[in-house]
């Protein structure tokens, strides 16, 4: 059965993707975070990738803010915390000042 998950996307990452929220449809059973993460991605284009991913780790960036259901992924399992079917997945950058 596949997964639904709708992404918020705010902010740098809105303007990368050329949208604010996108729904995805992983043709998968289980899924985490980083499946979510590369399918958006795939989907979305370089420019977006270069938004939000490290290019020597493959990983977000420490700049990019990824909450799950309105919880910071860390404090989850991270990029490993499964995705269930109608989760909302948010990608905010943080800008820094100084």
């Known amino acids: 059965m596949p997964i639904r998950v709708r992404v918020l996307l705010l902010g740098t990452f809105r ?9 995805l449809r992983l043709s998968t059973p289980k899924a985490t975070v980083a499946d979510v993460v590369g399918e958006l991605v795939r989907a979305m284009g370089e420019r977006l990738r270069r938004e939000l991913i490290d290019p020597l780790s493959g ?3 420490p700049t990019a803010l990824i909450l799950l259901n309105g919880v910071e992924i860390n404090n989850l399992e991270g990029l490993e915390t499964e995705i269930l079917d109608g989760d909302t997945l948010t990608l905010l950058p943080v800008v820094h000042g100084g």
């Open 15 to 23: 303007e990368a993707s050329g949208r604010g929220e996108v729904e």
């Open 59 to 61: 990983t977000p960036l």
